[in-house]
């Protein structure tokens, strides 16, 4: 005691962090830190598939339109043409810039509820077509990326065949 006053008198007791505010604190950090990076992670990627683009709209056969859909006619039938709320049956394969095969099936849905780059180049067509699409990341799933089959920012090559659709 010093002139009467005691040095702890007003010191708090040092109290550690509670776990579940110092597995909160850790957790934001992680968060923070793995969203950061992921852009990072894709940023060549992103430039590959944007040079890839440029480097393909030239392509021989293939129509440019303004949003930057690429797409070749291989055959055009003279079947019914849809509309963007339109049901389609579509048989399709869909590649990745470097020939990696990510999925191919059927497509039987409202073509509204598909990628931009489909809506904006099955309406195109006609059915009983097929068609060979370049589609810009942000005409598919631009920076999100696909689960774990598509890396955000990828350019897709689809092959479409339209077998019906219905209005």
Not at 80 to 103: C, H, M, Q, V
């Amino acid at each position: 005691m010093l002139n009467g006053i005691s040095p702890t008198k007003n010191v708090k007791k040092y109290q550690p962090m509670k776990p579940t505010r110092f597995l909160l604190f850790i957790s934001t950090l992680l968060i923070f830190s793995f969203t950061g990076c992921k852009e990072d992670n894709y940023e060549d990627w992103k430039i590959v598939n944007d040079q890839w683009m440029l480097k393909h709209q030239s392509d021989s056969g293939f129509v440019v339109t303004s949003s930057g859909l690429c797409y070749q006619i291989i055959h055009q039938s003279v079947g019914r043409k849809p509309n963007a709320s339109s049901w389609i049956t579509a048989n399709y394969k869909g590649y990745l810039i470097d020939g990696t095969l990510f999925e191919e099936g059927q497509y039987d849905y409202y073509l509204s509820s598909s990628i931009s780059g489909w809506q904006e180049g099955i309406t195109k067509m006609r059915d009983g077509s097929t068609f060979i699409f370049y589609i810009p990341s942000s005409l598919a799933y631009g920076k999100d990326g696909s689960g774990s089959t598509i890396p955000p920012y990828s350019a897709l090559i689809y092959e479409v065949t339209l077998v019906s659709s219905y209005y």
